[in-house]
């Protein structure tokens, strides 16, 4: 037979290496493509987190510089803090009182009967929740929270347990994602601060 009419084939062994590379390739594309899921997944989660966790706070500081909101001179204090549960008292409306007195609206009426005149804000270091109290029963404000801190002050800006010397509520929160990062194998956490001041106590500098 002439050179020219030869055909060769693979042999096993050239077979079985190509086989085995092209394996190895394989595998290490499926890895590269799980940890990039990883990857994206656990920046979605941190993204959320931080969003959750800033929403919260804006809320919550919402809720603080009201507090105290007292034109008839209602005997109530403005806030109160215990076991991690925060007390914020308004006279806000509630002239037009309604059959349920969280139905209720209109001006002021000397009462905290109406919703969001005692709103609470209670931190569960157990399930690592924000839950929130606005008259209608408590509901969760932001899940993977590792720290809600209040510190208090006063007029001049010194520290204060107090309530009644309260002019200036700092509220502190930490959002830890509930994914691990791919590379560090450690949750991510964004701490987030602000300093309110209680508009029926102080101006803000802010407004």
Do not use: C, W
Request: no cysteine; proline share 3%; aromatic share 8%.
């Amino acid at each position: 037979m002439s050179a020219a009419r030869r055909q060769y084939g693979f042999s096993l062994i050239e077979l079985m290496i190509s086989l085995t590379i092209l394996t190895i390739l394989s595998g290490s594309i499926l890895v590269l493509v799980r940890e990039n899921q990883q990857l994206y997944h656990g920046m979605q989660d941190y993204a959320a987190a931080t969003q959750s966790a800033r929403i919260s706070l804006d809320l919550i500081a919402r809720y603080v510089r009201q507090a105290g909101n007292n034109p008839l001179n209602a005997t109530f204090s403005p806030l109160s803090y215990s076991e991690n549960t925060l007390t914020i008292r308004s006279d806000l409306t509630g002239s037009q009182a309604a059959q349920s007195p969280l139905d209720s609206f209109g001006d002021p009426d000397k009462q905290l009967t109406a919703a969001f005149e005692q709103i609470t804000v209670r931190y569960d270091s157990q399930t690592k929740q924000v839950l929130l109290d606005a008259g209608y029963g408590e509901d969760t404000l932001a899940e993977n929270i590792g720290q809600l801190r209040f510190d208090f002050y006063d007029s001049a800006g010194v520290a204060t347990t107090d309530m009644s010397q309260v002019t200036q509520v700092a509220i502190t929160l930490e959002a830890v994602s509930a994914l691990a990062d791919p590379q560090t194998k450690k949750a991510n956490s964004i701490t987030l601060s602000t300093r309110v001041y209680l508009r029926s106590k102080t101006a803000s500098p802010l407004g």
